[in-house]
């Protein structure tokens, strides 16, 4: 866990990140910038893992699988290396128009004033969301627990995915070191998935949902907030 300046006698305010806080999915990418800009990883690796995960998301295996699979390809990567990497795919992708979900970083800005602790939420690993946690003065990260051996990645995850249930799991333990804020927090996400996360605290709100995400929402009452407008 990456963190900030935290004030455990406030609550805090989760967003998951892709999809709900920026248009684009950061961990594919992030793949992407990888095998076009640097020889960080074998050409030969690179084409191995991208195969499996193509075969895996073809046979329709759990997310949580597939995500813990991705994260092999930094096996014996430096965690130094890796993290500037990150900084030049984020410098690469930030400017793009839209990059942002306006209405999602409005409310995080609002959060803020409001004195809330700012806390991403992701499947994705630190070297891709610490430049946007810095660049937005986030206080905390819960992200893919990549382990680490001798400042380089295993390629393995020392906890369970950071996705559905796995993003429960995280907010719960990193609760229990505030002073009984969860009834006060909000947490934010754009997929069914996220129901889990939005489960843990006092407010739960979808970000800009989709049908099946709607569609579940009937049995929850999760608030939405869609682009210039606010659904309670």
Known sequence: MWQHNLVTTEPCAFFDVDNTLI???????????LQQNSNLISAEFMVEVQTELS?????????????????????DVSVASLAEQGRLWFESVVQQEDFFHSHALTRLRQHQAQGYNIVFVSGSGLAMLEPLADMLAVNA?????????????????YDRPCIGEGKAHYIRQFLSRFSDVAARSIAYGDDISDF???ETVGQGCLVSPGDNAIAANAEKGFSVLEAGLAVA
């Open 23 to 33: 248009s684009i999915k950061s961990m594919f990418s992030f793949l992407d910038f």
């Open 55 to 75: 075969r895996l998301f073809a046979d329709k295996e759990r997310r949580e699988n597939i995500n813990e699979f991705y994260y092999c390809l930094f096996r």
């Open 141 to 157: 990260i819960l992200c893919a627990p990549q382990a680490q051996h001798q400042a380089q990645y295993t390629g393995e995850l």
């Open 196 to 198: 889990p996360m939005l």
